[in-house]
């Protein structure tokens, strides 16, 4: 069984910074895909950066130059740097991990920005 524990969401200002964190612990493949989605009120969840265990990584359009996702892989641990916050980022932050075709999924961590 595999769980995913987030920690790191809060308040902050427009222009801001935050840096959330999610530890993944159970039996997890060598290769795998770590990520972050997040989900505003009343939109989709949509991804917003994902990294493998070999190290590439891909972000969403709207937080490419702002965000950074990194991971220590022998902590099965996936960060999230997210700089220069705008409101528009205020969401439930979930934390995923892909293993194979299975994902699994954090409870999520609140993100407001204020302007």
């Not at 222009?15 to 009343?42: E, K």
């Not at 960060?79 to 699994?104: F, G, H, Q």
């Amino acid at each position: 069984q595999v769980q995913l524990v987030e920690s790191g969401g809060g308040l902050v200002q427009a222009g801001g910074s935050l840096r959330l964190s999610c530890a993944a612990s159970g039996t997890i493949f060598s290769f795998n895909v770590m990520g972050w989605y997040r989900q505003a009120p009343g939109k989709q969840r949509e991804l917003v950066a994902t990294a493998t265990s070999y190290g590439n990584t891909n972000y969403a359009d709207s937080v490419k130059g702002r965000f950074t996702i990194s991971r220590d892989n022998a902590k099965n641990t996936v960060y999230l740097e997210l700089n220069s916050l705008k409101p528009e980022d205020t969401a439930v932050y979930y934390c995923n991990l892909r293993i194979r075709v299975v994902n699994y999924w954090g409870q999520g961590t609140q993100v407001t920005v204020s302007s």
